[in-house]
């Protein structure tokens, strides 16, 4: 079995998403210049040097949710990588950087409809975090949006979602009692699901 303890030794000090550079070349911010910042760069190059191979960081980077993170956090550390793996990794950034994109439009349309609707609503999970602690929602791969209504309110979002264009995703298994069925739509590419929970407990 594979040793995979260098690769985790490098993956935490990429798991840092506050103040971190674009990952497509805007200015560095200024905790890179300051001791700490430099320091855990230092630290990021060794972790580098000590890795048996680079053939599969981008798919532990990947499977972990990791990899816009990876790869921004070795570019702006300077540090070299095959031609292949640095491709893969901006190729996965480039990715989640354009699905987060649609996501975040087609949750301004959500927000905006229930709005009208007078339906108070709470974005929960990935698509929080997203835009409330990583600087670039990019950054923070997700799957689905996860929404939070009232259960009095509940019917009425999922039929907000279908005038939106949003389908029931067809799955196996009985009704959950916390979240109606799972909706999915097709933009530019990107699947777009979205979960409207009502009860959390």
């Keep these: 079995m594979t040793d995979l303890s260098k690769y985790y030794d490098l993956l935490i000090l990429c798991a840092r998403a506050n103040e971190v550079p674009s990952p497509f070349g805007s200015t560095l911010p200024g905790m890179l210049r300051e001791g700490r ?24 980077a990947e499977i972990h949710g990791l990899a816009p993170l990876v790869y921004t956090h070795l570019m702006a550390a300077k540090i070299a990588l095959p031609e292949a793996v640095e491709r893969e990794l901006r190729a996965r950034t480039m990715q989640h950087t354009h699905a ?7 949750l301004t349309q959500i927000l905006a409809i229930f709005g009208d609707e007078g339906i108070d609503l ?29 259960q009095a309110n509940a ?7 279908a005038e939106l264009g949003f389908h029931p995703v067809n799955t196996s298994g009985p ?8 909706v999915h739509r097709r933009v ?7 979960e409207l929970h009502h009860n959390l407990n």
Excluded: C, F
Excluded at 155 to 161: F, I, M, P, S, T
Excluded at 175 to 182: A, G, N, R, W
Excluded at 188 to 194: A, F, K, L
């Design 188 to 194: 530019d590419g990107v699947d777009v699901y979205v």
């Design 122 to 150: 709470l974005v929960l999970k990935g698509m929080a975090l997203a835009h409330l602690v990583y600087p670039h929602s990019g950054l923070r791969p997700m799957s689905d949006i996860d929404l939070l209504v009232s």
């Design 100 to 106: 987060n994109r649609i996501r975040t439009r087609a």
């Design 37 to 60: 910042g430099v320091r855990v760069y230092d630290s990021l190059r060794q972790a580098a040097d000590a890795l048996p191979a680079w053939e599969p960081l981008p798919h532990l």
């Design 155 to 161: 019917d009425q979002g999922q039929e907000l979602l």
């Design 175 to 182: 009704p959950s009692p916390h979240h109606k069925p799972i």
